[in-house]
Protein backbone atom coordinates (compact mmCIF):
# COMPACT_ATOMS: atom_id res chain seq x y z
CA UNK A 1 0.00 0.00 0.00
CA UNK A 2 0.89 3.60 -0.85
CA UNK A 3 0.17 6.62 1.47
CA UNK A 4 -0.22 10.11 -0.30
CA UNK A 5 0.23 13.32 1.02
CA UNK A 6 -0.51 16.24 -1.43
CA UNK A 7 1.14 19.73 -0.36
CA UNK A 8 1.49 23.45 -2.29
CA UNK A 9 -2.12 24.95 -1.81
CA UNK A 10 -3.36 27.95 -1.08
CA UNK A 11 -5.33 31.49 -1.96
CA UNK A 12 -3.24 33.11 -5.26
CA UNK A 13 -4.34 35.78 -7.63
CA UNK A 14 -5.46 34.81 -11.15
CA UNK A 15 -2.45 34.78 -13.34
CA UNK A 16 -0.84 33.56 -10.28
CA UNK A 17 1.07 30.30 -9.97
CA UNK A 18 1.29 27.58 -7.65
CA UNK A 19 3.29 24.35 -7.50
CA UNK A 20 2.23 21.41 -5.90
CA UNK A 21 3.99 18.21 -4.54
CA UNK A 22 2.62 14.73 -3.88
CA UNK A 23 4.93 12.63 -1.28
CA UNK A 24 4.37 8.94 -1.20
CA UNK A 25 5.34 6.98 1.25
CA UNK A 26 5.13 3.05 2.22
CA UNK A 27 5.83 1.56 -1.44
CA UNK A 28 8.40 2.86 -4.00
CA UNK A 29 6.59 5.82 -6.28
CA UNK A 30 7.87 3.97 -9.65
CA UNK A 31 5.77 1.43 -9.48
CA UNK A 32 2.69 3.59 -10.11
CA UNK A 33 0.59 5.83 -12.43
CA UNK A 34 0.60 8.84 -11.21
CA UNK A 35 -2.48 11.44 -11.54
CA UNK A 36 -3.88 14.51 -10.23
CA UNK A 37 -7.51 15.20 -10.41
CA UNK A 38 -9.45 17.93 -8.90
CA UNK A 39 -13.03 19.18 -7.11
CA UNK A 40 -14.97 22.41 -7.08
CA UNK A 41 -17.79 22.64 -4.79
CA UNK A 42 -20.92 21.21 -6.05
CA UNK A 43 -18.89 19.82 -8.99
CA UNK A 44 -17.53 15.84 -10.12
CA UNK A 45 -14.25 14.87 -9.22
CA UNK A 46 -12.33 15.75 -12.67
CA UNK A 47 -9.01 15.03 -14.25
CA UNK A 48 -6.16 17.15 -14.47
CA UNK A 49 -2.95 15.66 -15.38
CA UNK A 50 -1.29 12.26 -15.57
CA UNK A 51 1.79 10.66 -15.77
CA UNK A 52 3.56 7.45 -16.93
CA UNK A 53 6.14 5.30 -14.61
CA UNK A 54 9.21 6.88 -15.56
CA UNK A 55 7.54 10.23 -16.73
CA UNK A 56 8.17 8.86 -20.13
CA UNK A 57 4.21 10.09 -21.46
CA UNK A 58 1.99 12.83 -19.54
CA UNK A 59 -1.65 12.95 -19.92
CA UNK A 60 -3.36 16.34 -19.63
CA UNK A 61 -7.12 18.05 -19.69
CA UNK A 62 -8.03 20.25 -22.49
CA UNK A 63 -9.00 22.70 -19.80
CA UNK A 64 -5.38 22.82 -18.32
CA UNK A 65 -3.21 22.28 -21.35
CA UNK A 66 -0.41 24.95 -21.95
CA UNK A 67 -1.22 25.71 -18.64
CA UNK A 68 -0.20 22.85 -15.97
CA UNK A 69 2.78 20.54 -16.49
CA UNK A 70 2.97 17.33 -14.47
CA UNK A 71 6.21 15.85 -13.20
CA UNK A 72 7.65 13.18 -10.92
CA UNK A 73 10.74 12.65 -9.28
CA UNK A 74 10.67 8.64 -8.73
CA UNK A 75 14.44 9.06 -6.37
CA UNK A 76 11.99 12.01 -4.63
CA UNK A 77 9.03 9.62 -4.12
CA UNK A 78 7.13 12.79 -5.27
CA UNK A 79 5.14 13.90 -8.13
CA UNK A 80 4.34 17.49 -9.17
CA UNK A 81 2.01 19.61 -10.63
CA UNK A 82 3.24 22.94 -11.71
CA UNK A 83 0.47 25.26 -12.35
CA UNK A 84 0.61 28.67 -14.25
CA UNK A 85 -1.64 31.38 -15.70
CA UNK A 86 -4.08 30.09 -12.82
CA UNK A 87 -7.99 31.42 -13.20
CA UNK A 88 -10.54 31.47 -10.57
CA UNK A 89 -12.13 28.44 -12.56
CA UNK A 90 -9.20 26.55 -11.06
CA UNK A 91 -10.05 26.94 -7.86
CA UNK A 92 -10.75 23.02 -5.72
CA UNK A 93 -9.40 20.63 -4.08
CA UNK A 94 -6.78 19.16 -6.13
CA UNK A 95 -6.15 15.31 -5.19
CA UNK A 96 -2.81 12.97 -6.19
CA UNK A 97 -3.69 9.47 -6.86
CA UNK A 98 -1.82 6.14 -7.89
CA UNK A 99 -2.27 3.41 -10.12
CA UNK A 100 -0.48 0.47 -11.09
CA UNK A 101 -1.60 0.07 -14.66
CA UNK A 102 -2.09 2.95 -16.34
CA UNK A 103 -5.37 1.85 -18.00
CA UNK A 104 -7.41 4.58 -17.95
CA UNK A 105 -5.26 7.68 -17.08
CA UNK A 106 -8.66 9.85 -16.77
CA UNK A 107 -10.99 7.90 -14.49
CA UNK A 108 -10.56 8.48 -10.94
CA UNK A 109 -12.12 5.13 -10.19
CA UNK A 110 -9.20 3.50 -11.98
CA UNK A 111 -6.45 4.78 -9.07
CA UNK A 112 -6.24 2.45 -5.85
CA UNK A 113 -4.35 5.39 -3.65
CA UNK A 114 -5.59 8.42 -2.76
CA UNK A 115 -4.31 11.77 -0.99
CA UNK A 116 -6.01 13.54 1.25
CA UNK A 117 -6.41 16.99 -1.03
CA UNK A 118 -5.38 19.91 -0.90
CA UNK A 119 -7.00 23.52 -1.64
CA UNK A 120 -6.60 25.59 -4.38
CA UNK A 121 -8.04 29.14 -4.53
CA UNK A 122 -7.66 31.64 -7.29
CA UNK A 123 -9.17 35.03 -6.91
CA UNK A 124 -10.26 36.81 -9.62
Known amino acids: QVQLVESGGGLVQAGGSLRLSCAAS????????MGWFRQAPGKEREFVAA????????YYADPVKGRFTISRDNAKNTVYLQMNSLKPLDTAVYYC?????????????????WGQGTQVTVSS
Open 26 to 33: GRTLSNYF
Open 97 to 113: AADRWGRVVVASYAYDY
Open 51 to 58: ISWTGSST
